[in-house]
């Protein structure tokens, strides 16, 4: 939908159609987020999501090649996590740069301390990208119990009565259906999930009622409280071609080797995630925990990398951790088939501008320091360092989502109207139904949500085991 905050620009929101959902098209950086945003979820009422509590499904899903030694990470799990082969020397830069301004380095975001500047950690093994499909699905495809259907689309859970009896999906035209004889799991995302249950006659009543859809039970929350991480973008055109991606006829030589270099070695500027290491920072002194994230970009990534400039430089992308501003997701049809209406309000709540502008400010300070001097050129998007006004109106020109859709089908405890599970993931006034992914987040995390989701789908394998 087009976004009042955003001058009316319409965002792109892509999710990746392929096992694994979009882990199959992420830029793999592997992020838990702040403890306290956990702790946060069981302040909610939601018993059983407190950082110590979900800490053993992280580690359960990690094979983290690098703490091995950490109380924080698991070494044994499906996931593998791993640092980057190949990092630009230009991350050095980037790690002084955020040091000259008083922020430490740690070695280790997503262990004993969240603040500071830091490689980042991805999900990939042997240099390759490592998905959701990859370490959960295809080791698994010979078990007896398993039975992956591929390019089939759901278009609504079956209910005897309140008991969700199966799925009934189209395959190449064609309709099918799967029983199911304990519990249908839906997983289809923040935007898929709350567009299956809003078409299976599971939603806010009046909005069902417009389509001529059969209600089942009327859940108000469902499709409300998207979040989202709404990304200010700074871009840099580079002196020298050295340490950034970019087109021109030494970056184009450069993929060429790289991509030979890959094949041989399975090293090089092919293993990039391009977000290669990032800084989590407070917008005052008086925040307690950090409120605003930067990752620094080894090219020109405007618009997403979707406008495309000749030559090289470098860009950060930062983004506010905790916006307060919510939307929703509803229906344009009742067809699973076409995409449902999205629309995250961003800059809705004041809060989320007037911290994205300083946050805006300081990194200005950080990419502006001395460390880049022998690499900047001018900026592509102009701010200006200490003009709050034109900074806000860049951003509604050039500000954009992070890719981290949320919240639409959010956990709650007894009595919260608007919750449409329960810790147990259960959808409230349900039988036999449950939901394991972004949608049951009740306030988005304070980075990438790839990770909490992983730990969602481990804890909630337990909750069906127990
Ligand atoms: C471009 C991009 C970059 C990102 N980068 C990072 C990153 O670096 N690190 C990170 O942690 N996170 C990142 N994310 C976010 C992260 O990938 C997602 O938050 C995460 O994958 C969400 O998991 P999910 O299971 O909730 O949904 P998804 O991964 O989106 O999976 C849902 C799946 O359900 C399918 N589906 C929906 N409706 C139906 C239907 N009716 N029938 C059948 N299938 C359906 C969808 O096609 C999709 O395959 C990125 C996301 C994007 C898009």
Redesign the pocket.
């Known amino acids: 939908m087009p976004q009042a905050g955003l001058n009316g620009r319409r965002g792109f929101?892509?999710?990746?159609?392929?096992?694994?959902?979009?882990?199959?098209?992420?830029?793999?950086?592997?992020?838990r987020g702040h403890p306290r945003d956990y702790d946060n979820w069981a302040a909610m009422g939601n018993t059983g999501w407190s950082y110590d509590d979900v800490l053993p499904y992280f580690k359960k899903s990690e094979a983290n090649a690098i703490h091995r030694e950490s109380s924080f990470h698991g070494v044994d799990g499906p996931l593998s996590v791993t640092n980057l082969r190949s990092p630009s020397p230009l991350n050095e830069v980037f790690l002084k740069a955020c040091q000259s301004r008083g922020i430490p380095y740690n070695p280790d975001p997503n262990g004993a301390d969240h603040d500071g500047c830091y490689r980042v950690q991805?999900?990939q093994k042997d240099g390759e990208r490592h998905s959701?499909a990859a370490a959960f699905i295809h080791p698994n495809l010979d078990r007896t119990n398993l039975d992956v259907r591929t390019d089939?689309?759901?278009?609504r859970v079956l209910f005897d009565q309140r008991r969700a009896a199966g799925v009934e999906?189209r395959r190449d035209d064609r309709l099918g259906s799967v029983r199911a004889r304990r519990e249908v799991v839906v997983?289809?995302?923040?935007?898929?999930?709350p567009?299956?249950l809003m078409a299976s006659g599971l939603g806010p009543g009046a909005h069902l009622k417009r389509f001529g859809i059969a209600p089942v039970l009327d859940v108000p929350g469902v499709g409300q409280n998207l979040q989202d991480h709404i990304s200010a973008l700074l871009i840099y055109r580079a002196r020298i071609p050295d340490h950034t991606i970019g087109i021109s006829t030494t970056g184009v030589a450069r993929l060429l080797k790289a991509a030979w270099e890959w094949r041989r070695h399975r090293t090089g500027l092919m293993t990039s995630?391009v977000?290669e290491s990032g800084v989590y920072y407070r917008t005052s002194p008086d925040v307690e925990v950090s409120d605003m994230e930067m990752e620094l970009i080894v090219g020109i990534a405007d618009d997403?990398g979707r406008k495309q400039h000749l030559g090289h430089g470098y860009s950060a992308h930062l983004l506010l951790a905790r916006p307060k501003s919510t939307g929703e997701v509803r229906l344009a049809s009742p067809d699973?088939?076409v995409p449902p209406l999205i629309d995250p309000r961003y800059f809705s709540h004041p809060y989320d501008m007037e911290t994205l502008v300083k946050g805006t400010q300081i990194a200005l300070d950080i990419m502006n320091s001395a460390e880049f001097d022998p690499y900047r050129k001018d900026m592509l998007i102009r701010y200006d360092r200490d003009d709050p006004q034109q900074i806000e109106e860049t951003l509604r020109d050039h500000a954009d989502t992070?890719?981290?859709?949320?919240g639409t089908c959010r956990m709650g405890p007894d009595g919260d109207p608007m919750a449409v599970v329960d810790p147990e993931l259960r959808v409230r006034g349900i039988d036999g139904l449950r939901i394991?992914?972004?949608?049951v987040i009740p306030r988005v995390t304070s980075?990438?949500?790839?990770?909490?989701?992983v730990m969602i789908?481990e804890k909630c394998a337990d909750l069906i085991r127990n």
């Open positions: 929101q892509p999710r990746g159609k392929a096992l694994g959902g979009s882990s199959a098209i992420n830029a793999m950086v592997y992020a991805v999900t959701a089939a689309h759901i278009n999906y997983s289809a995302g923040a935007f898929g999930t567009q299956i995630c977000a997403h699973t088939r992070e890719y981290h859709p949320c394991a992914d972004a949608s980075n990438n949500i790839q990770a909490p989701v789908g």
